[in-house]
């Protein structure tokens, strides 16, 4: 008998087993009213009000639902107030600009777009059927009305559409089914060790990957969610002094934030032998890792994957075996990128590109179908990172084959900057590199030849009009001339040279 795998699992669970227990304590601060601590009874009876809510609407099964909030409790029931019957969510990064979310919108064919207070002039022009802010309950939720069961679960069903930057000026969106998600939260819970005693603190944002997964995992064992809204090295601290955190997942420069604020912090440093914090977007130098376990206290864990792999491909957690290391040795070896975790296969091919195979992979691109047999072709997904495997069959990222640059754990594709950029009238040539640095992990950098009188800060501000804050560049160069082949290929690898050089890898 085959009974398929869906994300409405690990809420049915959850119901079931711990009807009364606190799910999730919602961000105080916030526009919209806070939804306080609610029990995973009361989670599940907001999703089922949401699920009614889309049925009233007339949202079919397989119809797109799009939220563009930050992180909050609705934002969390949406997960499964959505996809749980059978619709398909497609959460939006509320960083991005207003034509940006436009064409997200529209390529997704949504037809029900929430948004945050915060973003709701995101809303005026949006040619949707339906649009409501997150906050107006009567709008978002159809209460005392049991929702249309789903004819037919199926775990091959489109369960999130999560649009990515990558190797194309306008964003891709990534199909990944309720199979993909299940089995990513189950694997990565079963290796990150969650339980029914874990708090899980978040500082990663929900719209990123779907949060790795843990919207889901955390949810079905029953552990408490504790949702944190903006990124403060103190306040991380504070919660999780208050609300006895566990566990976090968080990019460098989240990390780099709290090893800020642990400098000035008074007494103890909450959390220590308690916390593990799980980090990914690029490996932080190994100093940094010497700081969480030393300063902190607090257990580094390492992971490598994309949003096409859901996220998770290699996990890196300390092993008995280095438990007689020194603490540089340990977090020299958590610098990896880990080994492949259970149930996906990782290999190198003969030009030094990574490619996985899993059960997480994404289904394809939405609409894309040549994007999506060039990324998967052989059989494998086709990472764009180059690396390789060491002595103990641990991967290592190494370089960026793919014009893909992570600042401070976000992707940025290069080529979007690129355009941006050039459509400035006193630009003749330009590049755009990730360039290393301490607190983003990879500055976004323009190279620019220039055809007029114009400064770094006019360049920026240009950018700004028509790129997310996250994607214009930090720093501005102005160069004569850029190197290329006889055809007139752009050679980025000589770009990179000089600002990668001393450092063992060409991704930090």
Not at 224 to 239: A, F, P, S
Not at 294 to 303: A, C, N, R, V, Y
Not at 330 to 338: D, F, K, V
Request: aromatic share 8%; net charge negative; with cysteine.
């Amino acid at each position: 008998m085959h009974y398929p795998l869906t994300i409405r699992d690990f809420l049915d669970r959850a119901v079931h087993v711990y009807p009364d227990r606190v799910a999730v304590v919602d961000e105080p601060e916030q526009p919209a009213a806070s939804l306080g601590s609610l029990t995973y009874r009361e989670v599940g009876a907001l999703a089922q009000a949401q699920a009614a809510r889309l049925d009233a609407l007339g949202v079919p099964t397989g119809g797109r639902v799009a939220v563009i909030s930050q992180n909050s409790a609705r934002l969390l029931t949406s997960f499964f107030g959505v996809s749980g019957w059978g619709r398909v969510l497609v959460p939006i990064n509320f960083r991005l600009t207003k034509p940006e979310i436009a064409y997200i919108i529209e390529h997704s064919g949504a037809a029900v777009v929430y948004a945050d207070p915060s973003c709701a002039g995101v809303l005026d022009g949006l040619d949707v059927p339906h649009k409501f802010l997150l906050g107006d309950d009567d709008s978002l939720y159809l209460r005392d009305t049991d929702p249309r069961p789903w004819a037919g679960p199926d775990e091959a069903a489109t369960a999130t559409i999560n649009y990515t930057s990558g190797t194309t000026a306008r964003p891709k969106g990534v199909q990944l089914t309720h199979r993909n998600l299940w089995l990513n939260a189950t694997v990565f819970a079963l290796h990150s060790g969650i339980s029914d005693r874990d708090v899980y603190l978040h500082t990663l944002p929900m719209f990123h990957a779907n949060g790795w997964g843990m919207p889901y995992g955390v949810t079905g064992l029953g552990a408490r969610h504790v949702v944190q809204r903006q990124i403060d090295g103190v306040e991380i601290l504070r919660r999780v002094e208050h609300h006895g955190v566990t566990f976090m997942c968080a990019a460098p420069a989240v990390v780099n934030a709290v090893l800020d604020a642990a400098a000035d912090w008074t007494g103890d440093i909450p959390g220590r032998d308690r916390v593990r914090v799980i980090c990914a977007g690029a490996p932080p130098p190994t100093r940094t890792i010497e700081r969480i376990m030393e300063e902190l206290g607090w257990e580094f864990i390492q992971l490598y994957g994309l949003t096409e792999t859901s996220p998770l491909v290699t996990f890196n957690r300390q092993r008995a075996e280095w438990d007689d290391l020194d603490t540089a040795e340990r977090a020299r070896r958590l610098g990896r990128a880990g080994a492949p975790a259970l149930g996906v296969r990782v290999m190198v091919d003969v030009d030094g590109e990574v490619l996985t195979a899993s059960n997480h992979n994404l289904d394809g691109y939405w609409q894309q179908p040549d994007e999506t047999a060039q990324a998967q072709a052989g059989g494998w997904f086709h990472t764009g990172d180059g690396g390789y495997l060491d002595d103990e069959g641990y991967l290592v990222i190494s370089d960026r084959k793919k014009d893909v640059i992570i600042s401070g754990g976000e992707n940025v594709s290069s080529i979007e900057v690129e355009d941006a950029l050039a459509a400035h009238p006193g630009v003749r040539e330009v590049a755009v590199i990730g360039t290393p640095d301490e607190k983003w992990g990879e500055l976004v950098t323009g190279l620019v030849v220039a055809a007029d009188d114009v400064t770094a800060e006019d360049l920026v501000a240009h950018c700004r009009t028509r790129l997310a804050g996250y994607k214009c560049p930090k720093r501005i160069e102005f160069v004569e001339s850029l190197p290329r082949t006889a055809t007139g290929k752009l050679q980025k690898f000589k770009l990179r040279e000089p600002y990668w050089a001393g450092h063992e890898r060409q991704v930090h």
